[in-house]
């Protein structure tokens, strides 16, 4: 429509092959985090659950905890900043 892409989408990163597999979990890993006073940071038994669910084999399970824990704490700090 000879409209430029809004930044969003043309300074979007680009995930590796297999990647969106933990990208996705995230976000489903988002619904069960801890909402008081504060927003807290996902569960690790809701993370070992989903990879139960899911039947994630042992480096898929690592990668898992080691990627949401990751994102999940970039996330908090950007919450953080955003709302405060």
Not at 26 to 48: H, N, Q, S
Not at 51 to 57: G, N, S
Request: aromatic share 14%; glycine share 8%; proline share 7%.
């Amino acid at each position: 429509m000879g409209m430029p892409l809004p930044d969003r989408i043309a300074k979007a990163p680009d995930l590796h092959i297999g990647l969106e597999l933990y990208y996705a979990a995230f976000w489903e890993l988002d619904t069960c985090r801890p909402i008081g006073w504060g927003m807290g940071p996902i569960p690790w038994a809701a993370v070992k659950d989903y990879a139960q669910t899911f039947d994630l084999d042992e480096e898929q399970q690592e990668s898992l905890f080691f990627l949401v824990r990751k994102m999940d704490n970039e996330y908090l700090k950007y919450m953080s900043k955003k709302n405060g």
